[in-house]
């Protein structure tokens, strides 16, 4: 089965950080390209980060440039989201997604892991 | 930035009646870029449709997508219970990829 599942999510403080991470299976990881989704409580979904399959080409959203960094770990079937400086707007579900080749939607998504940034 | 913009916000209808949901965009998207998501309470997206008119895998007939340039439609010919939900569309054209803002269709009964 073609599976995504997020982890590393939780409560974090102001100007803190988190690693959330992508476990994926079912498929080979290694050809997809990835991204990150998020989204607000009640809110809509923002698009967040997007990596290539070989990491040589990388896309942030402007509200997290400079603050975030997408990477993947191809041997480990994995990708991971870096999250320094959070802000109380983070706060959100964060998902992962693969691209569908060659149209670029994204066809298969995590079920989201929850990040919170309060004191 | 491209911005999409749906209507209507929200839509009530019974099922078996006919949905038609319409996302707009700021600019053209490229080459039909445009795809349809559907979102349950507590559910990650599904995709429904992808280059504006293509049928994700599995995705059941009765939804269509049509459009291109700055206009897109999403068709859902006989509502079914389990399609009541929200509806995204997104451009994947350009970067950064964007979003409409949803559009939730509402069971009327």
């Known amino acids: 089965e073609v599976q995504l599942v997020e982890s590393g999510g939780g409560l974090v403080q102001p100007g803190g950080s988190l690693r959330l991470s992508c476990a994926a299976s079912?498929?080979?990881?290694?050809?997809?390209?990835m991204n990150w989704v998020r989204q607000a409580p009640g809110k809509g979904l923002e698009w967040v980060s997007y990596?290539?399959?070989?990491?040589?080409?990388?896309y942030y959203a402007d509200s997290v440039k400079g603050r975030f960094t997408i990477s993947r770990d191809n041997a480990k079937n994995s990708l991971y989201l870096q999250m320094n400086s959070l802000r109380a707007e983070d706060t959100a579900v964060y998902y992962c997604?693969?691209?569908?080749?060659?149209?670029?939607?994204?066809?298969?998504w995590g079920q989201g892991t929850m990040v919170t940034v309060s004191s | 930035e491209i911005v999409l913009t749906q209507s209507p916000g929200t839509l009530s209808l019974s099922p078996g009646e006919r949905a038609t949901l319409s996302c707009r965009a700021s600019?053209?998207?490229?080459?039909?870029?445009l795809a349809w998501y559907q979102q349950k309470p507590g559910q990650a997206p599904r995709l429904l449709i992808y280059?504006?008119?293509s049928r994700a895998t599995g995705i059941p007939d009765r939804f269509s997508g049509s459009g291109s340039g700055t206009d897109f439609t999403l068709t859902i010919s006989r509502l079914e219970p389990e399609d009541f939900a929200v509806y995204y569309c997104?451009?994947?054209?350009?970067?950064?990829?964007?979003f409409g803002q949803g559009t939730k269709v509402g069971n009327q009964t």
């Open positions: 997604a693969r691209v569908l080749p060659p149209q670029d939607a994204f066809d298969i």
């Open positions: 079912g498929f080979t990881f290694s050809s997809y390209s």
């Open positions: 990596i290539s399959s070989s990491s040589s080409t990388i």
């Open positions: 600019q053209s998207v490229s080459s039909s870029y």
């Open positions: 280059g504006a008119s």
């Open positions: 997104q451009q994947y054209g350009s970067s950064p990829w964007t």
